[in-house]
Protein backbone atom coordinates (compact mmCIF):
# COMPACT_ATOMS: atom_id res chain seq x y z
CA UNK A 1 0.00 0.00 0.00
CA UNK A 2 2.38 2.26 1.36
CA UNK A 3 4.70 1.54 -1.87
CA UNK A 4 2.07 2.49 -4.54
CA UNK A 5 1.53 5.83 -2.78
CA UNK A 6 5.34 6.74 -2.82
CA UNK A 7 4.81 5.86 -6.74
CA UNK A 8 2.06 7.52 -7.29
CA UNK A 9 3.70 11.03 -5.17
CA UNK A 10 6.97 11.07 -7.16
CA UNK A 11 5.04 10.25 -10.74
CA UNK A 12 3.68 13.77 -9.42
CA UNK A 13 6.51 15.02 -9.23
CA UNK A 14 8.22 14.12 -11.74
CA UNK A 15 4.62 15.53 -13.97
CA UNK A 16 5.07 19.08 -11.67
CA UNK A 17 9.10 19.29 -12.90
CA UNK A 18 8.63 18.35 -16.31
CA UNK A 19 5.77 21.15 -16.29
CA UNK A 20 7.97 23.44 -15.20
CA UNK A 21 10.66 22.61 -17.87
CA UNK A 22 7.85 22.88 -20.37
CA UNK A 23 7.25 26.29 -18.70
CA UNK A 24 10.08 27.49 -18.91
CA UNK A 25 10.92 26.72 -22.60
CA UNK A 26 7.66 28.67 -23.21
CA UNK A 27 9.18 31.70 -21.83
CA UNK A 28 12.57 31.39 -22.91
CA UNK A 29 11.00 31.37 -26.91
CA UNK A 30 8.79 34.54 -25.52
CA UNK A 31 12.05 36.36 -24.11
CA UNK A 32 13.80 35.27 -27.71
CA UNK A 33 10.41 37.16 -29.17
CA UNK A 34 10.37 40.46 -27.52
CA UNK A 35 13.94 41.06 -28.64
CA UNK A 36 13.27 39.87 -31.87
CA UNK A 37 10.06 41.86 -32.12
CA UNK A 38 11.34 44.74 -30.83
CA UNK A 39 14.02 44.76 -33.73
CA UNK A 40 10.66 44.54 -36.46
CA UNK A 41 9.46 47.23 -34.93
CA UNK A 42 12.19 49.50 -34.43
CA UNK A 43 13.10 48.56 -38.57
CA UNK A 44 9.05 48.58 -39.82
CA UNK A 45 9.34 52.50 -37.99
CA UNK A 46 12.02 53.24 -39.98
CA UNK A 47 10.70 52.00 -43.41
CA UNK A 48 7.38 53.49 -43.09
CA UNK A 49 8.49 56.80 -41.72
CA UNK A 50 11.84 57.23 -43.81
CA UNK A 51 11.04 55.46 -47.32
CA UNK A 52 9.43 58.07 -48.54
CA UNK A 53 12.21 60.44 -48.07
CA UNK A 54 14.77 58.15 -49.78
CA UNK A 55 15.19 59.47 -53.04
CA UNK A 56 17.91 60.73 -54.99
CA UNK A 57 18.17 64.16 -54.32
CA UNK A 58 18.26 62.86 -50.07
CA UNK A 59 21.73 62.04 -50.86
CA UNK A 60 22.99 64.92 -53.00
CA UNK A 61 21.35 67.90 -51.00
CA UNK A 62 22.93 69.90 -48.06
CA UNK A 63 20.93 70.34 -44.97
CA UNK A 64 18.45 73.30 -45.35
CA UNK A 65 15.91 74.93 -43.24
CA UNK A 66 13.20 73.35 -45.17
CA UNK A 67 12.66 69.67 -44.34
CA UNK A 68 11.77 68.17 -47.70
CA UNK A 69 14.66 69.38 -49.28
CA UNK A 70 17.11 68.72 -46.66
CA UNK A 71 19.55 66.44 -47.38
CA UNK A 72 22.82 63.92 -46.38
CA UNK A 73 25.48 65.30 -48.71
CA UNK A 74 27.83 66.72 -46.14
CA UNK A 75 26.99 63.78 -43.63
CA UNK A 76 27.86 60.68 -45.58
CA UNK A 77 30.82 61.98 -47.17
CA UNK A 78 32.23 63.34 -43.50
CA UNK A 79 31.32 59.93 -42.40
CA UNK A 80 33.27 58.12 -45.32
CA UNK A 81 36.40 60.62 -44.76
CA UNK A 82 36.18 60.69 -40.58
CA UNK A 83 36.11 55.92 -41.14
CA UNK A 84 39.26 56.58 -43.12
CA UNK A 85 40.96 58.39 -40.97
CA UNK A 86 39.62 55.98 -38.06
CA UNK A 87 40.44 52.69 -40.18
CA UNK A 88 44.05 53.83 -40.88
CA UNK A 89 44.64 54.52 -37.27
CA UNK A 90 43.00 52.24 -35.79
CA UNK A 91 43.96 49.34 -38.10
CA UNK A 92 47.86 48.86 -37.91
CA UNK A 93 47.72 50.05 -34.15
CA UNK A 94 45.54 47.14 -33.31
CA UNK A 95 47.45 44.60 -35.31
CA UNK A 96 50.39 45.77 -34.28
CA UNK A 97 49.27 45.45 -30.50
CA UNK A 98 47.77 42.19 -30.94
CA UNK A 99 50.88 40.53 -32.54
CA UNK A 100 53.22 41.97 -29.99
CA UNK A 101 50.56 40.13 -27.17
CA UNK A 102 50.75 37.07 -28.97
CA UNK A 103 53.66 36.60 -30.43
CA UNK A 104 56.51 38.75 -28.74
CA UNK A 105 55.08 39.18 -25.09
CA UNK A 106 56.72 37.11 -22.09
CA UNK A 107 54.62 36.13 -19.45
CA UNK A 108 55.67 39.38 -17.10
CA UNK A 109 53.90 41.61 -14.91
CA UNK A 110 54.30 44.12 -17.88
CA UNK A 111 52.10 42.04 -20.49
CA UNK A 112 49.46 41.43 -17.64
CA UNK A 113 49.11 44.86 -17.08
CA UNK A 114 48.37 46.15 -20.74
CA UNK A 115 46.08 43.18 -21.30
CA UNK A 116 43.78 44.17 -18.03
CA UNK A 117 44.42 47.90 -19.39
CA UNK A 118 42.78 46.35 -22.98
CA UNK A 119 40.29 44.63 -21.51
CA UNK A 120 39.23 47.52 -19.17
CA UNK A 121 39.28 50.08 -22.25
CA UNK A 122 36.68 48.02 -23.93
CA UNK A 123 34.37 49.19 -20.99
CA UNK A 124 34.98 52.94 -20.96
CA UNK A 125 31.97 54.66 -21.87
CA UNK A 126 32.19 56.24 -25.64
CA UNK A 127 31.41 59.53 -24.64
CA UNK A 128 34.78 59.36 -22.29
CA UNK A 129 36.64 58.65 -25.28
CA UNK A 130 34.89 62.02 -26.46
CA UNK A 131 36.16 64.34 -23.64
CA UNK A 132 39.27 62.87 -24.15
CA UNK A 133 39.35 63.64 -27.62
CA UNK A 134 38.14 67.03 -27.06
CA UNK A 135 40.78 68.03 -24.78
CA UNK A 136 43.70 66.39 -26.15
CA UNK A 137 42.94 66.41 -29.87
CA UNK A 138 40.84 69.54 -30.34
CA UNK A 139 42.61 71.98 -27.69
CA UNK A 140 45.78 70.53 -26.43
CA UNK A 141 47.20 69.10 -30.05
CA UNK A 142 45.46 71.98 -31.86
CA UNK A 143 43.52 69.79 -34.35
CA UNK A 144 39.97 72.28 -33.37
CA UNK A 145 36.84 70.11 -34.39
CA UNK A 146 38.02 68.73 -37.63
CA UNK A 147 37.61 65.17 -39.45
CA UNK A 148 41.09 64.41 -37.47
CA UNK A 149 39.98 64.86 -34.41
CA UNK A 150 36.81 62.84 -34.67
CA UNK A 151 38.81 59.93 -36.85
CA UNK A 152 40.97 59.77 -34.34
CA UNK A 153 38.65 59.79 -31.19
CA UNK A 154 36.54 56.96 -33.08
CA UNK A 155 39.93 54.99 -33.55
CA UNK A 156 40.72 55.03 -29.94
CA UNK A 157 37.20 53.60 -28.98
CA UNK A 158 37.82 50.47 -31.29
CA UNK A 159 40.84 50.13 -30.96
CA UNK A 160 40.12 47.34 -27.97
CA UNK A 161 38.29 45.54 -30.82
CA UNK A 162 40.47 45.38 -33.20
CA UNK A 163 43.42 44.13 -30.99
CA UNK A 164 41.30 41.46 -29.18
CA UNK A 165 40.02 40.08 -32.57
CA UNK A 166 43.58 40.32 -33.55
CA UNK A 167 44.54 38.20 -30.29
CA UNK A 168 42.03 35.27 -30.67
CA UNK A 169 42.49 34.94 -34.73
CA UNK A 170 46.55 34.54 -34.08
CA UNK A 171 45.52 32.22 -30.64
CA UNK A 172 43.31 29.50 -32.79
CA UNK A 173 46.69 28.93 -35.68
CA UNK A 174 48.39 26.02 -34.08
CA UNK A 175 51.81 26.34 -32.57
CA UNK A 176 52.94 23.76 -35.52
CA UNK A 177 52.82 26.48 -37.78
CA UNK A 178 55.72 28.57 -35.78
CA UNK A 179 57.36 24.88 -35.03
CA UNK A 180 57.83 24.80 -38.94
CA UNK A 181 58.76 27.75 -39.81
CA UNK A 182 61.35 28.33 -37.10
CA UNK A 183 62.61 24.85 -38.15
CA UNK A 184 63.14 26.18 -41.94
CA UNK A 185 65.86 29.16 -39.94
CA UNK A 186 62.70 31.91 -40.67
CA UNK A 187 62.88 34.74 -37.91
CA UNK A 188 60.25 35.79 -35.63
CA UNK A 189 59.20 38.58 -38.06
CA UNK A 190 59.20 36.13 -40.91
CA UNK A 191 57.13 33.56 -39.25
CA UNK A 192 54.76 36.29 -38.93
CA UNK A 193 54.34 37.87 -41.53
CA UNK A 194 54.70 34.93 -43.98
CA UNK A 195 52.48 32.61 -42.28
CA UNK A 196 50.85 33.86 -38.83
CA UNK A 197 49.23 37.26 -40.86
CA UNK A 198 47.82 35.67 -43.68
CA UNK A 199 46.03 32.71 -41.93
CA UNK A 200 44.52 35.05 -39.18
CA UNK A 201 43.51 37.90 -41.82
CA UNK A 202 39.99 36.59 -42.19
CA UNK A 203 39.79 37.15 -38.54
CA UNK A 204 40.94 39.78 -38.24
CA UNK A 205 39.14 41.66 -41.05
CA UNK A 206 36.29 40.51 -38.95
CA UNK A 207 37.28 42.24 -35.95
CA UNK A 208 38.27 45.31 -38.13
CA UNK A 209 34.71 45.54 -39.91
CA UNK A 210 32.99 44.53 -36.65
CA UNK A 211 34.74 47.85 -35.09
CA UNK A 212 33.97 50.31 -38.20
CA UNK A 213 30.44 49.37 -37.89
CA UNK A 214 30.64 50.40 -34.45
CA UNK A 215 32.06 53.14 -35.23
CA UNK A 216 30.05 54.44 -38.00
CA UNK A 217 26.94 54.85 -35.53
CA UNK A 218 28.61 56.33 -32.76
CA UNK A 219 27.37 59.83 -32.03
CA UNK A 220 28.24 60.39 -28.18
CA UNK A 221 31.97 61.05 -28.89
CA UNK A 222 31.74 63.03 -31.85
CA UNK A 223 29.13 65.67 -30.12
CA UNK A 224 31.55 65.98 -27.33
CA UNK A 225 34.35 67.29 -29.42
CA UNK A 226 32.17 70.04 -30.95
CA UNK A 227 30.92 68.86 -34.50
CA UNK A 228 28.46 70.99 -36.01
CA UNK A 229 24.74 70.05 -36.65
CA UNK A 230 24.86 72.34 -39.54
CA UNK A 231 27.46 71.85 -42.49
CA UNK A 232 26.43 73.30 -46.21
CA UNK A 233 29.85 73.00 -47.36
CA UNK A 234 31.92 70.11 -48.20
CA UNK A 235 35.41 69.59 -46.88
CA UNK A 236 38.23 70.18 -49.56
CA UNK A 237 38.84 67.57 -52.34
CA UNK A 238 41.59 65.22 -51.47
CA UNK A 239 42.78 65.37 -55.43
CA UNK A 240 44.08 67.83 -56.53
CA UNK A 241 44.23 68.87 -60.50
CA UNK A 242 48.59 70.14 -59.97
CA UNK A 243 51.26 68.56 -58.20
CA UNK A 244 51.28 66.05 -55.83
CA UNK A 245 47.61 65.64 -57.16
CA UNK A 246 46.42 64.67 -53.41
CA UNK A 247 46.06 67.04 -50.52
CA UNK A 248 45.08 66.62 -47.09
CA UNK A 249 43.42 69.48 -46.43
CA UNK A 250 40.07 67.95 -45.65
CA UNK A 251 41.98 66.63 -42.36
CA UNK A 252 40.57 70.08 -40.99
CA UNK A 253 37.76 70.95 -42.04
CA UNK A 254 34.62 71.20 -40.33
CA UNK A 255 32.51 67.97 -40.90
CA UNK A 256 29.24 66.61 -39.94
CA UNK A 257 28.59 62.47 -39.65
CA UNK A 258 24.96 60.55 -39.94
CA UNK A 259 24.33 59.84 -36.98
CA UNK A 260 24.61 63.88 -35.75
CA UNK A 261 22.45 64.80 -38.55
CA UNK A 262 20.05 62.22 -37.33
CA UNK A 263 20.37 63.32 -33.84
CA UNK A 264 19.72 67.07 -35.09
CA UNK A 265 16.72 66.18 -37.04
CA UNK A 266 15.42 64.13 -34.09
CA UNK A 267 15.87 67.20 -31.89
CA UNK A 268 13.73 69.48 -34.08
CA UNK A 269 10.21 69.83 -33.31
CA UNK A 270 9.02 69.97 -36.64
CA UNK A 271 7.57 66.76 -37.31
CA UNK A 272 8.66 66.59 -41.02
CA UNK A 273 12.30 66.54 -39.78
CA UNK A 274 11.72 63.38 -38.12
CA UNK A 275 10.59 62.04 -41.26
CA UNK A 276 14.41 63.26 -42.47
CA UNK A 277 15.59 61.81 -39.17
CA UNK A 278 13.68 58.31 -39.83
CA UNK A 279 15.39 57.61 -43.18
CA UNK A 280 18.93 58.80 -42.07
CA UNK A 281 18.01 56.25 -39.59
CA UNK A 282 17.28 53.53 -42.20
CA UNK A 283 20.36 54.04 -44.33
CA UNK A 284 22.73 53.98 -40.82
CA UNK A 285 20.98 50.86 -39.44
CA UNK A 286 21.70 49.23 -43.70
CA UNK A 287 24.58 50.45 -43.26
CA UNK A 288 25.70 48.57 -39.69
CA UNK A 289 24.02 45.89 -40.63
CA UNK A 290 25.43 45.07 -43.79
CA UNK A 291 28.62 45.15 -42.01
CA UNK A 292 27.56 43.39 -38.79
CA UNK A 293 26.19 40.23 -41.54
CA UNK A 294 29.07 40.42 -43.56
CA UNK A 295 30.91 40.07 -40.37
CA UNK A 296 29.51 37.05 -39.35
CA UNK A 297 29.18 35.68 -42.85
CA UNK A 298 33.29 36.23 -42.65
CA UNK A 299 33.41 33.86 -39.64
CA UNK A 300 30.88 31.70 -40.08
CA UNK A 301 32.90 30.25 -43.38
CA UNK A 302 36.18 30.66 -41.54
CA UNK A 303 35.08 28.05 -38.99
CA UNK A 304 33.73 25.80 -41.85
CA UNK A 305 36.50 25.95 -43.98
CA UNK A 306 39.64 25.76 -41.50
CA UNK A 307 40.77 23.07 -40.62
CA UNK A 308 44.20 22.64 -39.51
CA UNK B 1 78.85 20.23 -37.55
CA UNK B 2 82.47 19.45 -38.71
CA UNK B 3 84.75 21.24 -35.94
CA UNK B 4 87.47 22.18 -39.10
CA UNK B 5 84.51 23.89 -41.01
CA UNK B 6 83.84 26.34 -38.35
CA UNK B 7 87.28 28.25 -38.95
CA UNK B 8 85.92 29.51 -42.36
CA UNK B 9 83.14 31.16 -40.79
CA UNK B 10 82.80 34.88 -40.89
CA UNK B 11 81.52 34.63 -37.89
CA UNK B 12 82.56 31.85 -35.78
CA UNK B 13 80.23 30.56 -33.58
CA UNK B 14 76.97 32.46 -35.39
CA UNK B 15 76.23 30.09 -38.02
CA UNK B 16 73.69 32.23 -40.34
CA UNK B 17 74.14 35.28 -38.17
CA UNK B 18 73.81 38.77 -39.92
CA UNK B 19 73.60 42.06 -37.84
CA UNK B 20 71.57 43.78 -40.75
CA UNK B 21 68.75 41.03 -39.90
CA UNK B 22 68.99 41.34 -36.46
CA UNK B 23 68.55 44.99 -36.01
CA UNK B 24 65.44 44.94 -38.57
CA UNK B 25 63.96 42.31 -36.17
CA UNK B 26 64.75 44.43 -33.11
CA UNK B 27 63.45 47.05 -34.84
CA UNK B 28 60.41 45.79 -35.34
CA UNK B 29 59.75 44.00 -31.95
CA UNK B 30 60.06 47.35 -31.17
CA UNK B 31 57.47 49.15 -33.28
CA UNK B 32 54.83 46.28 -32.36
CA UNK B 33 55.60 46.80 -28.68
CA UNK B 34 55.62 50.58 -29.01
CA UNK B 35 51.56 49.80 -30.39
CA UNK B 36 50.69 47.74 -27.76
CA UNK B 37 52.08 50.07 -25.23
CA UNK B 38 49.84 52.56 -26.90
CA UNK B 39 46.56 51.14 -25.07
CA UNK B 40 48.22 51.78 -21.65
CA UNK B 41 48.79 55.26 -22.98
CA UNK B 42 45.25 55.70 -23.89
CA UNK B 43 43.56 54.68 -20.54
CA UNK B 44 46.76 57.44 -18.39
CA UNK B 45 45.37 59.84 -21.36
CA UNK B 46 42.08 59.40 -20.06
CA UNK B 47 42.73 59.74 -16.52
CA UNK B 48 45.56 62.67 -16.72
CA UNK B 49 42.58 64.90 -18.68
CA UNK B 50 39.90 64.36 -16.55
CA UNK B 51 41.70 64.99 -13.89
CA UNK B 52 43.32 67.56 -14.74
CA UNK B 53 40.12 69.81 -15.77
CA UNK B 54 37.91 68.14 -12.91
CA UNK B 55 41.00 69.45 -10.23
CA UNK B 56 40.52 73.34 -11.92
CA UNK B 57 36.81 72.43 -11.23
CA UNK B 58 36.89 71.64 -7.42
CA UNK B 59 39.02 74.95 -7.26
CA UNK B 60 36.37 76.60 -8.18
CA UNK B 61 33.55 74.29 -6.18
CA UNK B 62 33.86 72.30 -2.76
CA UNK B 63 33.77 68.47 -3.39
CA UNK B 64 31.52 68.34 -0.79
CA UNK B 65 28.82 70.46 -2.34
CA UNK B 66 29.44 68.70 -6.05
CA UNK B 67 28.84 65.62 -4.04
CA UNK B 68 25.55 66.47 -1.85
CA UNK B 69 24.27 69.64 -3.75
CA UNK B 70 20.78 68.89 -5.00
CA UNK B 71 20.13 71.15 -7.81
CA UNK B 72 22.72 71.50 -10.99
CA UNK B 73 22.47 74.75 -13.11
CA UNK B 74 26.23 75.16 -14.22
CA UNK B 75 24.73 77.56 -16.74
CA UNK B 76 22.48 79.73 -15.07
CA UNK B 77 24.01 82.80 -13.89
CA UNK B 78 22.78 81.54 -10.43
CA UNK B 79 25.11 78.57 -10.91
CA UNK B 80 24.45 75.47 -8.36
CA UNK B 81 27.45 72.14 -8.88
CA UNK B 82 25.36 69.27 -6.96
CA UNK B 83 25.87 66.34 -8.68
CA UNK B 84 23.15 64.08 -7.57
CA UNK B 85 20.56 65.15 -10.28
CA UNK B 86 22.25 64.13 -12.55
CA UNK B 87 23.39 60.77 -10.45
CA UNK B 88 20.11 60.23 -9.51
CA UNK B 89 18.85 60.21 -13.67
CA UNK B 90 22.07 57.94 -14.28
CA UNK B 91 21.15 55.41 -11.63
CA UNK B 92 17.12 55.08 -12.03
CA UNK B 93 17.24 54.62 -16.28
CA UNK B 94 20.31 52.11 -15.72
CA UNK B 95 17.79 50.56 -13.35
CA UNK B 96 14.65 50.47 -15.54
CA UNK B 97 16.99 49.05 -17.90
CA UNK B 98 18.58 46.60 -15.77
CA UNK B 99 15.23 45.20 -15.14
CA UNK B 100 14.78 44.54 -18.23
CA UNK B 101 17.93 42.92 -19.87
CA UNK B 102 19.44 40.86 -17.22
CA UNK B 103 16.31 39.13 -16.52
CA UNK B 104 15.75 38.57 -20.26
CA UNK B 105 19.11 38.46 -20.98
CA UNK B 106 19.55 35.30 -18.73
CA UNK B 107 16.41 33.47 -19.64
CA UNK B 108 17.69 33.59 -23.29
CA UNK B 109 20.75 32.73 -22.32
CA UNK B 110 19.68 29.60 -20.72
CA UNK B 111 17.10 28.81 -22.98
CA UNK B 112 19.78 28.78 -25.78
CA UNK B 113 22.20 26.93 -24.17
CA UNK B 114 20.69 24.18 -22.72
CA UNK B 115 17.32 23.91 -24.41
CA UNK B 116 16.88 25.55 -27.70
CA UNK B 117 18.11 22.74 -30.57
CA UNK B 118 21.36 23.11 -32.88
CA UNK B 119 19.48 24.80 -35.75
CA UNK B 120 17.52 27.59 -33.52
CA UNK B 121 20.73 28.52 -31.55
CA UNK B 122 23.11 29.07 -35.19
CA UNK B 123 20.02 31.43 -36.14
CA UNK B 124 19.81 33.18 -33.39
CA UNK B 125 23.09 34.18 -31.97
CA UNK B 126 23.80 36.02 -34.80
CA UNK B 127 20.57 37.61 -34.81
CA UNK B 128 21.18 39.16 -31.30
CA UNK B 129 24.75 39.97 -32.58
CA UNK B 130 22.93 42.01 -34.89
CA UNK B 131 20.26 43.84 -32.44
CA UNK B 132 23.85 44.74 -30.64
CA UNK B 133 25.13 46.63 -33.49
CA UNK B 134 22.49 48.90 -34.22
CA UNK B 135 23.63 51.77 -33.79
CA UNK B 136 22.35 53.33 -30.68
CA UNK B 137 20.81 57.10 -31.83
CA UNK B 138 18.49 54.44 -33.59
CA UNK B 139 17.13 53.14 -30.44
CA UNK B 140 16.68 56.71 -29.12
CA UNK B 141 14.77 57.76 -32.42
CA UNK B 142 12.78 54.41 -31.34
CA UNK B 143 12.38 54.99 -27.98
CA UNK B 144 11.24 58.92 -28.37
CA UNK B 145 9.11 57.87 -31.64
CA UNK B 146 7.51 54.76 -30.86
CA UNK B 147 8.01 53.57 -27.68
CA UNK B 148 6.94 56.47 -25.91
CA UNK B 149 3.29 56.96 -27.48
CA UNK B 150 2.78 53.15 -26.47
CA UNK B 151 3.47 54.01 -22.79
CA UNK B 152 1.14 57.29 -23.54
CA UNK B 153 -1.87 55.08 -24.19
CA UNK B 154 -1.21 52.44 -20.96
CA UNK B 155 -0.11 56.08 -18.69
CA UNK B 156 -1.91 59.00 -19.83
CA UNK B 157 0.25 61.07 -17.37
CA UNK B 158 3.69 60.25 -18.63
CA UNK B 159 5.31 63.41 -20.35
CA UNK B 160 7.28 63.03 -23.66
CA UNK B 161 10.64 63.07 -22.52
CA UNK B 162 10.91 60.36 -19.70
CA UNK B 163 13.11 57.86 -18.19
CA UNK B 164 10.87 54.96 -18.25
CA UNK B 165 11.24 54.61 -22.02
CA UNK B 166 14.66 55.58 -22.66
CA UNK B 167 15.24 53.01 -19.68
CA UNK B 168 13.39 50.24 -21.10
CA UNK B 169 14.24 50.74 -25.04
CA UNK B 170 18.25 50.72 -23.34
CA UNK B 171 17.65 47.78 -21.76
CA UNK B 172 16.43 45.99 -25.29
CA UNK B 173 19.53 47.33 -26.75
CA UNK B 174 21.61 46.05 -23.16
CA UNK B 175 20.48 41.83 -24.24
CA UNK B 176 22.50 40.67 -26.52
CA UNK B 177 25.44 41.78 -24.36
CA UNK B 178 24.52 40.13 -21.39
CA UNK B 179 22.96 36.96 -23.15
CA UNK B 180 25.57 36.49 -25.12
CA UNK B 181 28.52 36.75 -22.38
CA UNK B 182 25.63 35.13 -20.36
CA UNK B 183 25.86 31.88 -22.31
CA UNK B 184 29.17 31.70 -23.33
CA UNK B 185 29.76 31.42 -19.69
CA UNK B 186 27.31 28.29 -19.67
CA UNK B 187 28.14 26.63 -22.10
CA UNK B 188 32.31 26.20 -21.07
CA UNK B 189 30.82 24.50 -18.26
CA UNK B 190 31.81 20.96 -19.02
CA UNK B 191 29.10 18.44 -20.04
CA UNK B 192 30.02 15.76 -17.22
CA UNK B 193 28.18 17.99 -15.05
CA UNK B 194 25.23 17.90 -16.78
CA UNK B 195 25.42 14.55 -17.08
CA UNK B 196 25.79 14.22 -13.90
CA UNK B 197 22.58 15.97 -12.63
CA UNK B 198 20.74 14.41 -15.99
CA UNK B 199 21.87 11.01 -14.61
CA UNK B 200 20.27 11.85 -10.96
CA UNK B 201 16.90 12.43 -12.61
CA UNK B 202 16.67 16.57 -12.80
CA UNK B 203 15.25 18.28 -15.13
CA UNK B 204 16.74 20.38 -18.04
CA UNK B 205 15.78 23.63 -15.68
CA UNK B 206 17.14 21.90 -12.75
CA UNK B 207 20.09 21.22 -14.71
CA UNK B 208 20.58 24.83 -15.87
CA UNK B 209 19.47 26.56 -12.66
CA UNK B 210 20.48 24.12 -9.68
CA UNK B 211 24.03 23.08 -11.86
CA UNK B 212 25.11 24.85 -14.70
CA UNK B 213 24.36 28.36 -13.55
CA UNK B 214 26.32 28.31 -10.06
CA UNK B 215 29.30 26.76 -12.14
CA UNK B 216 29.18 29.57 -14.60
CA UNK B 217 28.65 32.37 -11.80
CA UNK B 218 31.90 34.01 -12.38
CA UNK B 219 31.03 34.44 -16.07
CA UNK B 220 27.63 35.13 -15.67
CA UNK B 221 28.69 38.17 -13.05
CA UNK B 222 30.86 39.62 -15.56
CA UNK B 223 28.19 39.46 -18.36
CA UNK B 224 26.22 41.09 -15.78
CA UNK B 225 28.52 43.68 -14.95
CA UNK B 226 29.44 44.91 -18.62
CA UNK B 227 25.43 45.19 -18.79
CA UNK B 228 25.61 47.37 -15.95
CA UNK B 229 28.53 49.48 -17.53
CA UNK B 230 26.78 49.80 -20.87
CA UNK B 231 23.49 51.58 -19.14
CA UNK B 232 25.58 53.69 -16.81
CA UNK B 233 27.64 55.11 -19.91
CA UNK B 234 24.80 55.20 -22.61
CA UNK B 235 24.66 58.30 -23.96
CA UNK B 236 22.04 59.25 -27.14
CA UNK B 237 19.40 57.00 -25.92
CA UNK B 238 18.57 58.89 -22.58
CA UNK B 239 19.85 62.17 -24.47
CA UNK B 240 17.21 61.79 -27.06
CA UNK B 241 14.13 60.05 -25.09
CA UNK B 242 14.68 61.14 -21.56
CA UNK B 243 14.98 64.95 -21.86
CA UNK B 244 17.89 66.88 -20.80
CA UNK B 245 16.50 69.02 -17.97
CA UNK B 246 18.50 68.27 -14.95
CA UNK B 247 15.90 66.58 -12.33
CA UNK B 248 16.63 65.10 -8.85
CA UNK B 249 14.18 62.39 -8.62
CA UNK B 250 13.74 58.86 -8.17
CA UNK B 251 10.40 58.41 -10.75
CA UNK B 252 10.70 56.86 -13.96
CA UNK B 253 7.94 58.31 -15.04
CA UNK B 254 9.47 62.04 -14.93
CA UNK B 255 11.80 64.05 -17.62
CA UNK B 256 15.47 63.99 -16.10
CA UNK B 257 18.99 64.09 -17.45
CA UNK B 258 21.77 61.68 -16.81
CA UNK B 259 25.53 62.45 -16.54
CA UNK B 260 26.19 61.26 -20.49
CA UNK B 261 23.19 63.53 -21.22
CA UNK B 262 24.17 66.43 -19.62
CA UNK B 263 27.61 66.56 -21.25
CA UNK B 264 26.04 66.24 -24.60
CA UNK B 265 23.77 69.12 -23.72
CA UNK B 266 26.74 71.16 -23.23
CA UNK B 267 28.72 70.00 -26.30
CA UNK B 268 26.07 70.79 -28.24
CA UNK B 269 26.45 74.84 -26.83
CA UNK B 270 29.13 76.88 -27.55
CA UNK B 271 30.83 77.00 -24.28
CA UNK B 272 34.63 78.85 -24.37
CA UNK B 273 37.49 76.17 -23.66
CA UNK B 274 38.37 76.93 -20.10
CA UNK B 275 35.13 78.30 -18.63
CA UNK B 276 33.64 76.27 -15.33
CA UNK B 277 30.98 75.49 -17.59
CA UNK B 278 33.63 73.76 -20.10
CA UNK B 279 35.22 71.93 -16.51
CA UNK B 280 31.92 70.57 -15.48
CA UNK B 281 31.88 68.04 -18.09
CA UNK B 282 35.13 66.95 -17.29
CA UNK B 283 33.84 66.71 -13.45
CA UNK B 284 31.06 64.88 -14.72
CA UNK B 285 33.05 62.74 -16.93
CA UNK B 286 35.11 61.40 -14.34
CA UNK B 287 31.72 60.93 -11.71
CA UNK B 288 30.84 58.62 -14.66
CA UNK B 289 34.49 56.91 -15.21
CA UNK B 290 34.35 56.42 -11.02
CA UNK B 291 30.74 54.73 -11.83
CA UNK B 292 31.50 52.03 -13.59
CA UNK B 293 35.29 51.65 -12.51
CA UNK B 294 33.29 50.34 -9.40
CA UNK B 295 30.85 48.37 -11.04
CA UNK B 296 34.54 46.69 -12.71
CA UNK B 297 36.35 45.72 -9.84
CA UNK B 298 33.40 44.72 -7.94
CA UNK B 299 33.09 42.40 -11.53
CA UNK B 300 36.61 41.80 -11.29
CA UNK B 301 36.49 40.61 -7.00
CA UNK B 302 33.02 38.12 -7.76
CA UNK B 303 35.00 36.42 -10.49
CA UNK B 304 38.06 36.03 -8.56
CA UNK B 305 36.15 34.62 -5.41
CA UNK B 306 33.96 32.37 -7.42
CA UNK B 307 35.81 31.23 -9.97
CA UNK B 308 35.73 27.45 -10.96
CA UNK B 309 38.65 25.84 -12.22
CA UNK B 310 37.62 22.28 -14.42
Known amino acids: MKTEKNIKEIRRMIARHKRWDLIFLVTGIFALMIAVLTFVALFAQMVIDGMPRLTWDFFISFPSRHPESAGILSAWVGTTLVMLVTAFSAVPLGIGAGIYLEEYAAKNIFTEIIEINVTNLAGVPSIIYGLLALGLFVYQLGFGQSILAAGLALALLILPIVIVATREAIRSIPVTIREGAYALGATKWQTVSDHILPYSSAGILTGVIIGLARAIGETAPIITIGALTFIAFLPPSPVKSEFPFISFEWLEAPFTVMPIQMFNWVSRPEEEFQFNAAAAGLILVVMTLTMNGLAIYLRYRMRKNIKW | ?310
Open chain 2, 1 to 310: MAVGSRTKLKHPGKLGYSFTRHLRERFIELLLFLAALFSVGITIAIVVMLVKESLIFFQHVSIWEFLTGTQWTPLFDDAKYGILPLLSGTLVSSMVALLVAIPLGTIIAIYLSEFAPFSVREVAKPFLELLGGVPTIVYGYFALLFVTPILQIIFPELPGFNLLSAGLVMGIMIIPYVSSLTEDAMRAVPMNLREGSYAMGATRLQTAVRVVMPAAFSGIAAAYILGISRAVGETMVVAIAAGMQPNFTWNPMEPAATITAYIVQVSLGDLPHGSVGYQTIFAAGLTLLLLTLVFNIIGHLLRKYYREIY
